[in-house]
């Protein structure tokens, strides 16, 4: 197993790496110069000049994205002179717009993403795998059908139409629920579920409605297994059959599902976050492709990068968990 997480933590240094260097690239070949835009319309030849050491651009790409890596591990300093700043570890650079740290904006926006990812595959997963679960058990039955053509017709519908009728219906019209304004879960929990219901089913109608599908699938297919019928000939109860065998056993694709979806939401829903109005990572991560926040879009980047490849290293320890067969 140590052997085995050492690889696993290898690779993933790499593709965080691998991943780093293709968009720093990309916006190296980008015509736009952020120094330019920094320093404004009527800005001297000698004033550009040094807001790009500042910045660090009149150094080689190659120079540009080892300080870059560095300053994570151990900080970096900007600029020479007066305007020197330090920036310490972890060292994410600043943003071009308002030169505040990346790495602060990250943190101060994160626990919004966190709330709407966790919150929303909770609702998910009770939806997608009861709905799923139960066609399965009822399979070719009305039940099957309904619940199978209520999934697809819920895949279809874009996650914006979704949040627009649900604020419509359950905001402007039923006055049900509040329009969502973020409020800290140690404030006060009640208003911070309060004003996350609405996004949160946003989203868990258009995940559920494929967690439904694939969990409808792997349970067919795992309960025409022989050990599902040895365990009927047993005797042992049907409620035991279905959740303790067949859908543990069932349970491999939809975690690897789980983990990309958490993963990708826990670095912000860019859609969701902007309808409404949430300030998320994914709001933060619109607004610097709208500027070309450079440092901003990687810091992002970097972070989304993480959350998806930890997500798929805690999905592959967990399939020896929930299916003892992959252990060996």
Known sequence: MIRYLSRRLIGVIGVLVAIAAVTFTIFYVLPSDPAAAACGKSCSAERLEAIRAHMGLDQPLWQQFWDFLSGIFTGRTLGSGQYTLHCGFPCLGYSYENSESVWDLLMDRLPVSASLACGAAVLWLLLGLSAGVTAALRKDTLVDRVLMVGAVGAASLPVYFTSMMLIYGLIRVAGLLPYPQ???????????????????????????????????????????????????????????????????????????????????????????????????????????????????????????????????????????????????
């Open 182 to 328: 973020y409020v800290a879960f140690g404030t006060d929990p009640l208003h911070w579920a309060s004003n996350l219901l609405l996004p949160w089913l946003a989203l868990a109608i258009l995940y559920a409605a494929m967690y439904a599908r694939q969990s409808r699938s792997s349970m067919i297919e795992t309960m025409a297994e022989p050990f599902i019928r040895t365990a009927r000939a047993k005797g042992l109860p049907r409620r035991t059959v279905v959740v303790k065998h067949g859908l543990r056993a069932g349970m491999t694709p939809i975690l690897t599902l789980f983990g990309m979806d958490l993963g990708g939401l826990l670095a912000g829903a860019v859609i969701t976050e902007s309808i409404f109005g949430l300030p998320g990572i994914g709001r933060l991560f619109h607004g610097a492709l709208s500027t070309g926040d450079q440092p901003v879009i990687l810091g992002v980047t970097l972070l989304a990068a993480t959350f998806i490849v930890v997500a798929n290293l805690a999905v592959d320890l967990l399939y020896a968990v929930v299916d003892p067969r992959v252990r060996f």
